[in-house]
């Protein structure tokens, strides 16, 4: 487990470092496919929910989240490696945290606390006794759910795709090696496999974008103004 | 292990539970794709917009099913 987000993380690292000693004006391919997830990043992501002007500040912390939560989801489904580095809680849970303290970070410098609480847990314009209500909510909401949300959705993801992987391979084996009419049917399992291979890798995508979109919406929900 | 153990699956009430669970936020989830379809189909030009408030409401809507691993983890 470890020696997996060890060996992605090695990886990230150099090749990082390799292309970005050496990037050029005219960008080969390996530093043009790089090029194009940071600009996956910067169009998709910030501009549609920070704004590019207001996320440009918060343009580092998202790509690297991005190109983190990638590649070590992605290592679920390379062969030879085939655990993700996020289907153990500790890396989802760093990573939640890690968006908790900068998206709280964010509001208190721009409100301070007292302001900052205000403004994420009572929206103005409503009726009296509804704020008794409201207030323990959202308060809850942005002190717990949210990174504790983040860290589920990751951790579950990933774990039950690798369970079904096992699933469904484990099952093509038992199926082959029953000895029976079943074997018939291990085809079909194996199909299915290996369609669920090709599931994980885009929910490995997929959940990297949604984690580092969701985080991208929480900073802004804390630094927005009111309208 | 034997395969044949690992890809049997063993029926109890969480695995119901799950099953309960997972009702709403699937017809959540396709009420929020299938209306983004739609509102993609009259304005072609807010697609990547449209598509990023659809995954951010999948993501809030989906949390629900994956709470329930958890309380069969917690409860199970």
Known sequence: MQLVRLIVLAVVL????????????????AQSIVELLIEFVNGNIIKNTLGLRAGKHFAPFLITLFFFLLAMNIAGVIPGLNLAGTS????PLLAALWTFVVYVTAGVKKRGIAGYLKHETAPPGLPKPIYLLLVPIEFLQVVLIRWASLTIRLLANMVAGHIMLVVFIGLTQGLLLSGTWLVAIS????ALAIGIYGFEIFVAAL??????????????MATADEH | MDPM???????NVASIGYGLAAIGPGIGIGII?????????????LRGQLQSTMFIGIA??????????VTGLLFG
């Open chain 1, 14 to 29: 150099i090749v990082m470092c390799v292309l970005a000693s050496r990037a050029k004006l005219v960008p080969g391919r």
């Open chain 1, 88 to 91: 153990v809680i500790g890396l």
């Open chain 1, 187 to 190: 085809p079909f399992a194996g």
């Open chain 1, 207 to 220: 959940q990297a974008f949604i984690f580092t979109i969701l985080a991208a919406v929480y900073i802004q």
């Open chain 2, 5 to 11: 153990i690992i890809s049997a699956l063993e029926g």
């Open chain 2, 33 to 45: 794709v299938g209306k983004t379809a739609e509102a993609t189909a009259r304005q072609p030009e």
């Open chain 2, 60 to 69: 809030f809507t989906e949390i629900l099913t994956l709470l329930a691993i």
